[in-house]
């Protein structure tokens, strides 16, 4: 077959970073996106050392150092007390990549310098996928087709490729939604919230802050608390949200958590959804990737992290045959990532993560994905921290 028609459904992080990582073994692909232009929403992102070390590997490591904040640590706080229930030093040599702090649009941007742009076609929603003597014809909502031989469903959480593999179905939501908002921290009036990710536990919900800017010029906070679920519907994954309900929700938590809300002008709430993981990802010359293949909840914050991971494997995984048959590429991807991301999946939704304990987590942030042994399973916890 020789060089592959590539397509790739989505172009938000697990999109644009597979599309970059094939760059980096000589293959071309075309990204197709439904939205039709990119917009800056409101929200941070932390990019983990194990995902860094893919993003170093395709170049934008320097362009995210430059924005970027770096916390000292993942800091553990009781919500009401303040008492440090864990602190996790994040040192770069501790897992061989910094662990950055971001706009989401910043990511996004060095992403996107990482494909070129004519490569990406704006505007363009895959409704179906149709088998025609061997090749795959692609077919979007503008009335246009597309053929090609292979293809990367990375258009996330409700993807519609995934659905043409698997049929219809819902994620799952279990009656949570994350406030979420960035703003200057100059609204805090002096206070600074410290050098590293914090995350404060109450009984029945939680906030997550840190700075988003390398001179600490701006702030975010992400949240998870219980929402009545008649709240959602498809239409609303994500909506404005009140700062006055956000308030109430968090008016028993630490100072330092409310002295955060009061200065915050407005903000998002989203819904919290995950997916068990999925019989299988590939079939027939179509792939997912990402929030597609294993959709989790925010709360170890590696839903972007193992779709960059995912893409360096993929990527890999095709070079090895070099092209000429993505299906069993696919297929030796699958086996790979799987066992990991849906362990990450299961501890993702206990919501246990850095709670408590000393447990190892280098299985996490030490993984490469430019160098693990693409014929075992990539490194998953061990059973026993889904309870940790
Ligand atoms: C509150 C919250 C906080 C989070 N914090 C973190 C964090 O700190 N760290 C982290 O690693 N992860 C975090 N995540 C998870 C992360 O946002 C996702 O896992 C990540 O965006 C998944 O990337 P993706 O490319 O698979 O999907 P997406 O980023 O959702 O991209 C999918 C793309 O596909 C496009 N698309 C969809 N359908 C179609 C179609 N039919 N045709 C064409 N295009 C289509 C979409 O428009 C979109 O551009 C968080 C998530 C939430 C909800």
């Not at 990204?31 to 941070?44: L, T």
């Not at 925010?298 to 960059?308: C, K």
């Not at 090895?320 to 086996?335: I, L, M, S, V, W």
Request: glycine share 8%; hydrophobic share 40%; with cysteine.
């Amino acid at each position: 077959m020789g060089q592959p028609r590539i397509a790739i459904i989505g172009a938000g992080m697990g999109g644009l970073a597979v599309a970059a990582t094939l760059r980096r073994f000589g293959f071309a692909s075309e990204i197709f996106e439904q939205a039709e232009r990119f917009g800056r929403v409101g929200a941070g992102i932390q990019m983990m050392p194990n995902s860094m070390k893919v993003l170093r590997g395709i170049g934008v490591e320097a362009l995210l150092r430059e924005r970027a904040f770096q916390p000292v640590s993942h800091l553990n706080r009781d919500a009401y007390s303040g008492e440090v229930m864990r602190e996790l030093p994040m040192p770069e040599e501790a897992y061989g990549a910094p662990y950055l702090c971001m706009h989401r649009a910043d990511l996004h941007d060095a992403l996107l310098a990482a494909v070129p742009r004519e490569s990406i076609h704006l505007g363009r929603k895959l409704l179906g996928i149709d088998r025609r003597r061997g090749t795959l014809v692609l077919r979007f909502a503008d009335g246009t087709s597309a053929e090609t031989d292979a293809v990367i469903g990375a258009d996330g959480l409700h993807s519609k490729v995934r659905e043409i593999l698997l049929g219809p179905d819902q994620p799952v939501h279990k009656g949570r939604i994350a406030y979420r908002a960035v703003f200057r921290a100059e609204r805090l009036g002096g206070f600074d919230i410290g050098p590293s990710r914090t995350k404060w536990w109450g009984r029945d919900r939680h906030i997550v802050i840190y700075y988003t800017a390398r001179d600490r010029s701006e702030l975010y906070f992400v949240t998870s608390v219980p929402e009545p679920a008649e709240w959602l519907t498809p239409e609303s994954w994500s909506a404005k949200g009140e700062v006055r309900d956000l308030r109430e929700a968090y008016a028993d938590f630490h100072r330092d958590v409310r002295t955060v809300l009061d200065a915050c002008p407005d903000c998002h709430k989203w819904a919290i959804l995950e997916r068990e993981p999925l019989p299988r990802w590939s079939e027939d010359g179509i792939v997912l990737l990402g929030d597609a293949a294993h959709p989790m909840t925010p709360y170890m914050a590696q839903g972007a992290a193992t779709s960059i991971e995912d893409a360096a494997i993929l990527a890999r995984c095709l070079a090895e045959t070099k092209g000429e048959d993505p299906q069993a590429a696919f297929r030796r991807y699958e086996a790979h990532r799987k066992p990991r991301t849906s362990r990450i999946q299961a501890i993702s939704s206990a919501n246990t993560w850095m709670k408590g304990g000393t447990y190892d987590t280098s299985w996490l942030y030490g993984y490469d994905a430019w160098n693990a042994d693409l014929d075992a399973p990539a490194s998953a916890a061990g059973e026993d921290l889904v309870a940790a």
